[in-house]
């Protein structure tokens, strides 16, 4: 693939966000009309932004919950796509963009449900009906020899790209690849002039091994946000420890350290006896904008709020509660994808 192309940052100007809607054929079902008020909120902010793109199999129930919340400018930034889904994690089923200037690569790596977890046959069918039916625009890429999940991956759109160790290498993703040849396949896939490896970082609760969008958030001026465990006590405050320790020995691409900001731990959250995998690292950011998940809890929502708005001044930060998205191990970042045409 042509040196020219770059995998952007996620803050570069976007052509619309995806989601994916939940229905009830998915996980969701205990609580669908729940989540799908979360939807509905994130349809409203996004669409005083930007365009948006809804997947679902069942697009006049969509359109009947976003009229009651949508103003008709907002709905004229809707497109709605019927296409059978098996859940909704659009962050992980969705395209990947490269551009060269107004040119763009839609990637369509495999999904397999984070390494044959759970069914994924209808989801990784997604990016194939959205480009047949003139959905989105670009040259289509089949990578479906190759399981890439894009919350596995942070681009500073300057070359270089983050991802886990305990992701990557995980069981049934790309088995029998090694370390080394998978940082070659993403060197070539996505246009990448270095991998950078993180090896520690985990969440109880987390069903992706690991993905960085929990852990680890690129933002502009060789800035990293991570996720910082206070707690001793905490299950997590080792291994994020070591997180840190290794982040501070990075070095940008001209030798210099990143700038780096800690997010705050939200309290442990459970259900039924089990801690789930909240995180303040799992935010979206939008044309102008980031949202970000708050999770009931003040002192850590405005705290969480505070350092995202020092990694992004420039633009609005707007809250959305995610304790109904927490319960199936996800935030706000894995329900949505940037688009970029």
Sequence with gaps: MGNKYILPPEWAVQSAIQLTWPHAGTDWLPYLDDICAVYVE??????????????TPEPENVWRQLNTRLTKRQLENVTVHECLTNDTWARDHGFITLKDG???????????GWGEKFPAELDNAINRSLYANHVVKGEYVDMNDFVLEGGSIESDGKGTVFTTSKCLLAPHRNQPMTRAGIEQRLKDSLCAERIVWIDYGHLDGDDTDGHIDTLVRTAPDDTLLYISCTDPNDSHYDDLRMMEEQLKTFRTADVRPYRLIRLPMPHPIYDDGYRLPATYANFVIINGAVIYPTYGQPDTDAEAAKAIKEAYPERNIIGVDSRTVIRQHGSLHCCTMQLLS
């Design 102 to 112: 107004d040119s763009a690569r839609l990637l369509d790596f495999r999904f397999n």
């Design 42 to 55: 994130m349809a409203d902010i996004i669409t005083r932004y930007e365009k948006l793109i809804v997947v």
